[in-house]
Protein backbone atom coordinates (compact mmCIF):
# COMPACT_ATOMS: atom_id res chain seq x y z
CA UNK A 1 0.00 0.00 0.00
CA UNK A 2 1.03 3.32 -0.96
CA UNK A 3 -0.01 6.85 0.46
CA UNK A 4 0.35 9.29 -2.18
CA UNK A 5 2.03 12.79 -0.74
CA UNK A 6 2.21 14.68 -3.69
CA UNK A 7 2.70 14.45 -7.66
CA UNK A 8 6.39 14.13 -6.95
CA UNK A 9 6.42 11.04 -4.53
CA UNK A 10 4.29 8.35 -2.52
CA UNK A 11 5.30 6.78 0.70
CA UNK A 12 4.67 2.94 1.00
CA UNK A 13 2.92 1.03 4.53
CA UNK A 14 6.90 0.15 5.37
CA UNK A 15 7.58 3.79 5.29
CA UNK A 16 9.84 3.94 2.45
CA UNK A 17 9.62 6.47 -0.62
CA UNK A 18 9.22 5.99 -3.76
CA UNK A 19 9.69 9.00 -6.26
CA UNK A 20 8.58 9.75 -9.80
CA UNK A 21 10.02 7.74 -12.51
CA UNK A 22 11.54 5.50 -10.02
CA UNK A 23 11.69 1.92 -10.98
CA UNK A 24 9.61 -0.54 -9.28
CA UNK A 25 11.28 -3.56 -8.31
CA UNK A 26 8.95 -5.13 -5.28
CA UNK A 27 11.52 -6.85 -3.45
CA UNK A 28 14.07 -3.81 -3.22
CA UNK A 29 10.99 -1.86 -1.40
CA UNK A 30 10.61 -5.07 1.11
CA UNK A 31 11.69 -5.08 4.85
CA UNK A 32 13.24 -8.51 4.23
CA UNK A 33 15.75 -6.74 1.84
CA UNK A 34 16.24 -3.51 4.10
CA UNK A 35 17.24 -6.13 6.08
CA UNK A 36 19.49 -7.92 4.26
CA UNK A 37 21.15 -5.05 3.15
CA UNK A 38 21.51 -3.72 6.85
CA UNK A 39 23.75 -6.81 7.39
CA UNK A 40 25.61 -7.12 4.61
CA UNK A 41 26.51 -3.47 5.44
CA UNK A 42 27.37 -4.04 8.68
CA UNK A 43 29.69 -6.80 7.94
CA UNK A 44 31.33 -4.63 4.93
CA UNK A 45 31.88 -2.24 7.52
CA UNK A 46 33.94 -4.25 10.23
CA UNK A 47 35.61 -5.96 7.39
CA UNK A 48 37.04 -2.39 6.74
CA UNK A 49 37.38 -1.31 9.75
CA UNK A 50 39.73 -3.92 10.67
CA UNK A 51 41.74 -3.59 7.69
CA UNK A 52 42.60 0.36 8.85
CA UNK A 53 42.96 -0.66 12.66
CA UNK A 54 45.86 -2.71 11.71
CA UNK A 55 46.78 -1.27 8.36
CA UNK A 56 49.38 -4.42 7.72
CA UNK A 57 50.50 -2.83 4.48
CA UNK A 58 51.51 0.30 5.87
CA UNK A 59 54.44 -0.90 7.71
CA UNK A 60 54.57 -1.50 11.55
CA UNK A 61 52.82 0.46 13.96
CA UNK A 62 51.28 2.91 11.36
CA UNK A 63 48.76 5.30 12.99
CA UNK A 64 45.37 3.47 12.70
CA UNK A 65 42.11 4.91 10.57
CA UNK A 66 38.85 5.54 12.31
CA UNK A 67 36.21 3.81 9.81
CA UNK A 68 32.81 5.46 9.53
CA UNK A 69 29.61 4.04 7.80
CA UNK A 70 27.77 6.57 6.36
CA UNK A 71 23.63 5.32 5.70
CA UNK A 72 20.59 7.40 3.66
CA UNK A 73 17.46 6.68 4.52
CA UNK A 74 13.92 7.40 3.98
CA UNK A 75 11.82 7.43 7.58
CA UNK A 76 13.38 9.36 10.04
CA UNK A 77 10.72 7.94 12.75
CA UNK A 78 12.17 4.20 11.76
CA UNK A 79 15.81 5.50 12.98
CA UNK A 80 14.28 8.26 16.04
CA UNK A 81 11.63 6.35 17.92
CA UNK A 82 12.73 3.65 19.99
CA UNK A 83 10.06 0.97 18.61
CA UNK A 84 11.72 2.16 15.29
CA UNK A 85 12.02 -1.03 12.96
CA UNK A 86 15.03 0.54 11.45
CA UNK A 87 16.70 0.78 15.09
CA UNK A 88 16.09 -1.83 16.17
CA UNK A 89 16.86 -3.94 13.34
CA UNK A 90 20.16 -2.24 13.19
CA UNK A 91 20.99 -2.36 16.93
CA UNK A 92 20.25 -6.33 16.91
CA UNK A 93 22.12 -6.78 14.19
CA UNK A 94 24.99 -4.74 15.42
CA UNK A 95 25.29 -6.97 18.81
CA UNK A 96 25.20 -10.31 17.03
CA UNK A 97 28.28 -9.09 14.66
CA UNK A 98 30.06 -7.33 17.32
CA UNK A 99 29.35 -10.62 19.68
CA UNK A 100 30.65 -12.83 17.22
CA UNK A 101 33.89 -10.72 16.11
CA UNK A 102 34.70 -10.44 19.93
CA UNK A 103 34.62 -14.48 20.39
CA UNK A 104 37.14 -14.49 18.12
CA UNK A 105 39.61 -11.49 18.33
CA UNK A 106 43.47 -12.38 19.70
CA UNK A 107 44.16 -8.54 19.41
CA UNK A 108 43.65 -7.37 23.04
CA UNK A 109 42.92 -3.49 22.32
CA UNK A 110 40.76 -4.23 19.41
CA UNK A 111 39.02 -6.54 21.40
CA UNK A 112 38.47 -3.69 23.81
CA UNK A 113 37.16 -1.57 21.68
CA UNK A 114 34.58 -4.06 20.09
CA UNK A 115 33.09 -5.20 24.26
CA UNK A 116 33.31 -1.35 24.77
CA UNK A 117 31.26 -1.06 21.91
CA UNK A 118 29.15 -3.68 22.70
CA UNK A 119 28.30 -2.65 26.13
CA UNK A 120 27.14 0.76 24.43
CA UNK A 121 25.50 0.24 21.59
CA UNK A 122 23.64 3.28 21.29
CA UNK A 123 26.81 5.22 21.25
CA UNK A 124 27.59 3.52 18.14
CA UNK A 125 25.53 5.40 15.82
CA UNK A 126 23.71 8.52 15.27
CA UNK A 127 21.69 10.65 12.62
CA UNK A 128 21.27 14.52 11.44
CA UNK A 129 18.23 15.63 9.58
CA UNK A 130 17.19 18.70 8.88
CA UNK A 131 13.72 17.63 10.98
CA UNK A 132 16.13 17.61 14.44
CA UNK A 133 16.19 21.54 13.84
CA UNK A 134 13.55 22.98 16.35
CA UNK A 135 12.63 19.12 17.67
CA UNK A 136 13.41 21.01 21.75
CA UNK A 137 14.77 17.23 22.45
CA UNK A 138 18.20 18.55 24.19
CA UNK A 139 19.80 14.74 23.68
CA UNK A 140 18.67 15.06 19.77
CA UNK A 141 20.43 18.20 19.49
CA UNK A 142 23.59 16.89 21.37
CA UNK A 143 23.73 14.25 18.67
CA UNK A 144 23.40 16.57 15.63
CA UNK A 145 25.45 19.58 17.13
CA UNK A 146 28.47 16.47 17.37
CA UNK A 147 27.84 15.29 14.22
CA UNK A 148 28.23 18.00 12.57
CA UNK A 149 30.55 20.24 14.27
CA UNK A 150 32.88 17.71 15.48
CA UNK A 151 34.22 15.98 12.46
CA UNK A 152 37.45 15.97 13.20
CA UNK A 153 37.17 14.17 16.78
CA UNK A 154 35.23 11.59 14.77
CA UNK A 155 38.08 10.21 13.22
CA UNK A 156 39.94 10.08 16.70
CA UNK A 157 39.61 6.27 18.75
CA UNK A 158 39.39 7.90 21.94
CA UNK A 159 38.79 11.48 23.35
CA UNK A 160 39.79 12.36 26.66
CA UNK A 161 40.98 8.84 27.55
CA UNK A 162 37.52 7.29 26.51
CA UNK A 163 36.77 4.75 23.83
CA UNK A 164 35.09 7.00 20.91
CA UNK A 165 32.83 4.49 19.18
CA UNK A 166 30.26 6.34 17.09
CA UNK A 167 31.11 5.28 13.32
CA UNK A 168 27.71 4.50 11.85
CA UNK A 169 25.74 7.59 10.50
CA UNK A 170 22.32 8.26 9.50
CA UNK A 171 20.95 10.79 7.29
CA UNK A 172 18.04 11.64 4.80
CA UNK A 173 19.15 13.87 1.90
CA UNK A 174 22.62 14.91 1.53
CA UNK A 175 21.59 18.11 -0.27
CA UNK A 176 19.79 19.73 2.68
CA UNK A 177 22.20 18.39 5.64
CA UNK A 178 25.45 18.78 3.65
CA UNK A 179 27.85 16.67 5.37
CA UNK A 180 30.61 15.02 4.79
CA UNK A 181 33.80 13.25 6.21
CA UNK A 182 37.18 12.21 5.09
CA UNK A 183 37.08 8.66 7.07
CA UNK A 184 33.42 7.39 5.28
CA UNK A 185 34.20 4.08 4.04
CA UNK A 186 30.83 2.54 3.50
CA UNK A 187 27.68 3.83 2.27
CA UNK A 188 24.74 2.32 2.32
CA UNK A 189 21.37 3.55 0.51
CA UNK A 190 17.93 2.44 2.47
CA UNK A 191 16.44 4.78 0.20
CA UNK A 192 15.62 5.76 -3.36
CA UNK A 193 17.33 8.81 -4.99
CA UNK A 194 15.44 10.91 -7.56
CA UNK A 195 18.19 13.50 -9.71
CA UNK A 196 21.71 12.01 -10.87
CA UNK A 197 23.01 14.97 -8.92
CA UNK A 198 21.53 13.98 -5.68
CA UNK A 199 23.19 10.55 -6.54
CA UNK A 200 26.35 11.99 -7.04
CA UNK A 201 26.04 13.97 -4.22
CA UNK A 202 25.55 10.46 -1.95
CA UNK A 203 28.27 8.84 -3.64
CA UNK A 204 30.62 11.90 -2.75
CA UNK A 205 30.15 11.60 0.41
CA UNK A 206 32.70 9.09 0.49
CA UNK A 207 35.06 10.40 -2.10
CA UNK A 208 37.33 12.15 0.42
CA UNK A 209 40.70 11.04 1.22
CA UNK A 210 40.92 9.74 4.71
CA UNK A 211 43.16 10.63 7.51
CA UNK A 212 45.01 8.81 10.21
CA UNK A 213 44.47 9.23 13.90
CA UNK A 214 46.89 11.49 14.09
CA UNK A 215 44.78 13.93 11.62
CA UNK A 216 47.30 13.26 8.45
CA UNK A 217 45.90 13.42 5.26
CA UNK A 218 46.96 10.06 3.55
CA UNK A 219 47.40 10.40 -0.12
CA UNK A 220 49.87 7.56 -0.59
CA UNK A 221 47.60 4.53 -0.49
CA UNK A 222 44.69 3.39 -2.39
CA UNK A 223 41.29 3.20 -0.59
CA UNK A 224 38.27 1.97 -1.68
CA UNK A 225 34.70 2.99 -0.78
CA UNK A 226 31.83 0.09 -0.50
CA UNK A 227 29.00 1.84 -2.37
CA UNK A 228 26.03 -0.35 -1.70
CA UNK A 229 22.78 0.42 -3.68
CA UNK A 230 19.64 -1.54 -5.01
CA UNK A 231 19.26 -3.51 -8.04
CA UNK A 232 17.20 -0.42 -9.69
CA UNK A 233 20.81 1.92 -9.07
CA UNK A 234 22.71 -0.67 -11.35
CA UNK A 235 22.96 1.59 -14.71
CA UNK A 236 23.77 4.48 -12.33
CA UNK A 237 26.58 2.98 -10.39
CA UNK A 238 28.07 1.30 -13.47
CA UNK A 239 28.73 4.45 -15.58
CA UNK A 240 30.41 6.17 -12.15
CA UNK A 241 33.02 3.50 -12.08
CA UNK A 242 33.54 3.31 -15.82
CA UNK A 243 33.76 7.32 -15.62
CA UNK A 244 36.62 7.20 -12.20
CA UNK A 245 38.35 4.35 -13.74
CA UNK A 246 38.55 6.35 -17.06
CA UNK A 247 39.61 9.45 -15.27
CA UNK A 248 42.36 7.87 -12.97
CA UNK A 249 43.76 5.63 -15.92
CA UNK A 250 41.92 2.41 -15.59
CA UNK A 251 40.89 0.43 -18.23
Known sequence: LAEIKNADYAVLSN???IHKGSELVPQVFSASYQELVIRQAIEKHFVKERENWF????????????????????SIASYRNDDGWLKNVFEKTLADKLTSLIAVE?????????????????????????????????AIQAEVDDILRNKESMTQFKVDGK???????????????????PNVFVITKLRTSGSEISKLQEVGRGLRL???????????????????????ERD???????????DGGVL
Open 55 to 74: RENAGVNAPRIKTLSLYFID
Open 210 to 232: PVDELGRRLANQEFRLDYMIDWT
Open 106 to 138: TDDEYRDFLEYSLAHISEMHGGYFAEDNGTGDS
Open 15 to 17: ELE
Open 163 to 181: WNIRRFLFSKWTLREGWDN
Open 236 to 246: FASKLVGEINS
